[in-house]
């Protein structure tokens, strides 16, 4: 079974730039959840999709940040236009439809390395 | 706020030298302790979910423990392919439905 993947690994663009980084879920997983880890910090939540809904997007630093997620499928995250403090690893993660007792147990991809210079 | 707290933030063994690694946490309602494993340029893989203080999980040479303040990665004979970053997250009833809260992570070292 393939596990999340996303894309691309790293992006190194300028300030006032556009990004858009990818998530690809483990298939059949209803939850999608993206994080962002500044360097020297901990990883911090940004948002949740439960299919194609937002469920909780209280993370998301500000409007600069817009996330999709088509069809309840893959999600893209978009930074419009990016600031140097945006500079971080984003993670995105996966989750079967949760359940009352949990285990709430997530699948996290790779990262996308953002570099904004 | 929910808050996390690992200790040390980093750790130097020798393979075969056990040791513990500490998760020190405040929140309201826990709905759950989460230990991740993380290597260099991966994602955070997930190792064990604790619920409950008492409760105990075992994995190969890991086992979590869990109290009403804390939790401990207990990692017994390690080899050099332990080495990683090992990251403790919280779920609160103050939290989001789904929102862990994590902490820095333990860098740990296995010197063969």
């Known amino acids: 079974e393939a596990g999340v993947t996303q894309f691309p690994s790293h992006s190194v663009i300028e300030k006032g730039q556009t990004v858009t980084l990818r998530c690809d879920p483990i298939s059949g997983h209803d939850n999608l959840y993206w994080y962002r880890r500044v360097m020297g910090k901990e990883i911090k939540f940004l948002l949740h999709f439960v299919k194609e809904s937002k469920q909780d997007e209280s993370g998301m630093p500000n409007n600069r940040f817009l996330a999709e997620r088509t069809g309840g499928t893959y999600s893209t995250l978009k930074v419009q236009p990016a600031e140097l403090e945006d500079s971080g690893v984003y993670f995105c993660a996966s989750s079967q439809e949760a359940r009352r007792q949990g285990p709430w147990e997530q699948y996290f991809g790779p990262g996308t390395r953002l570099t904004v210079t | 706020e929910d808050q996390v707290t690992q200790s040390p933030e980093a750790l130097r063994l020798q393979e075969g030298e056990s040791s513990s690694l500490n998760c020190s946490y405040t929140?309201?309602?826990?709905?759950?302790l989460f230990w991740y494993r993380q290597d260099p340029g991966k994602g955070p893989e997930f190792l064990f979910t604790l619920y409950s203080a008492g409760e105990e999980k075992e994995k190969e040479r890991l086992k979590a423990t869990l109290t009403k303040k804390e939790s401990f990665l207990h990692i017994t004979a390690p080899k050099p392919e332990d080495s990683a970053t090992y990251l403790c997250?919280?779920?609160?009833?103050?939290?989001?439905?789904?929102?862990?809260?994590f902490g820095r992570g333990t860098s740990l070292i296995v010197h063969p």
């Open positions: 997250a919280v779920r609160g009833r103050s939290g989001g439905s789904y929102i862990p809260t």
């Open positions: 929140v309201s309602g826990l709905r759950g």
